[in-house]
């Protein structure tokens, strides 16, 4: 005999649950004349067959052949109701959820008018409400299989993070931009996501970006690029550090005018060998600007036409994933034969130029 389930009500949904199933597994068997409570922030919706059909507002309902039309003409209920029908009902909250984060699981690979390419991490909050109940469970319930709360989120997210990437690849912003910019990026966002959600049955309220930083490795890059902009002159700084090191020198020296001889002569010394050292560095850097440039000219000679994912990412002076990342997305133009791929120089060209 099958379970009649009379009273259908969910008194106790959470605050933060979007949707109960009633039953929570299997299908429930209902029957005319079963009661129907949903509470002032609920929304019933009956399930059957992968589609929602009948919906019940705030209140008491006995359900009926008048107030259930849809299902009732499918099953056909012709049985007075003594037989049982089987099929679900989802408890939709109407209430606004607040505070609901969202992140990148990955990095995002973007190019950056500073730094080349760089690898970024971002997060945020948003909150939405469900503005269609039928709409919802179809789309969520029905076609994507999903009603426990951490699957419907991690399914929002997905779609946030998609379209944040590609507003992102839009703007061409530099990283350093990035952060004047985040009230601009999350209303770009939100209108981008607003649609998506809406063919869902949720109205997306707000959406904030509340960092956008990053990887390790990018930022150990900037690091580098920070410290040289510090230093400024090579040629400069040596000099300074060179004239520190006289005045320590003589600053070390004993004391009474005995001292002061040693100290000075120890300076005059120090200076002169410091003198020639500096002499000496300027001649081994000129020799290394010029044998720089005899090695740039021969690795550009040696720098084939057609090359690997590793060749590729010497050239670029990147990590293979990242040349991968940038083919996937369609910026870098590369063939694929059978496993592998091959990329032109001319089209690595054309991308750093861009």
Do not use: C
């Not at 909150?127 to 009603?147: E, R, W």
């Not at 944040?164 to 530099?174: A, H, P, R, V, Y």
Request: hydrophobic content about 40%; overall charge negative.
């Amino acid at each position: 005999m099958p379970r009649i389930i009379d009273v259908i009500e969910v008194p106790d949904q959470q605050p933060e649950e979007m949707v109960r199933r009633v039953p929570q597994y299997g299908a429930g068997d209902f029957r005319l004349g079963s009661q129907v409570i949903v509470r002032e922030y609920q929304q019933a919706v009956f399930f059957r067959d992968g589609k929602a059909y009948d919906t019940f507002g705030p209140g008491r309902h006995t359900i009926t052949t008048a107030n259930l039309p849809l299902l009732s003409g499918l099953i056909g209920l012709a049985t007075g109701g003594k037989t049982p029908f089987t099929a679900e009902a989802y408890f939709v909250s109407m209430r606004e959820f607040l505070d609901q984060k969202w992140g990148t699981s990955e990095p995002i690979a973007l190019r950056d008018v500073d730094l080349g390419l760089v690898r970024l991490r971002a997060f945020g909050t948003y909150s939405i409400q469900v503005s269609d109940p039928a709409l919802f469970v179809n789309k969520i319930v029905g076609a994507q299989g999903l009603y426990e709360t951490k699957q419907i989120s991690d399914f929002l997210r997905g779609i946030i993070v998609a379209k944040l990437t590609d507003l992102l690849g839009e703007i061409k912003k530099g990283l350093f931009d990035l952060p004047a910019l985040y009230d601009e990026i999350g209303a770009g966002s939100k209108v981008k996501v607003g649609d998506d959600f809406s063919n869902l049955g949720i109205q997306l309220k707000t959406l904030y970006v509340n960092s956008i930083s990053p990887t390790e490795e990018t930022a150990k890059a900037m690091d580098e690029r920070a410290s040289m902009g510090a230093i400024g002159d090579m040629n400069k700084y040596l000099q300074y550090q060179t004239a520190k090191g006289i005045r320590e020198a003589a600053a070390s020296g004993g004391g009474g005018m005995a001292g002061a001889g040693v100290g000075l002569g120890a300076g005059v010394g120090m200076g002169a060998v410091m003198a020639q050292q500096m002499a000496q560095m300027t001649g081994m850097q000129a020799g290394q600007q010029a044998g720089a440039a005899g090695g740039a000219a021969a690795a550009a000679a040696a720098v084939p036409e057609i090359m690997t994912l590793t060749e590729a990412a010497q050239y670029m002076r990147v990590t293979e994933e990242d040349i991968l990342a940038i083919i996937q997305s369609g910026e870098l133009k590369a063939k694929k034969i059978g496993t592998s791929y091959r990329i032109s120089k001319k089209a690595i060209d054309t991308y750093l130029s861009e």
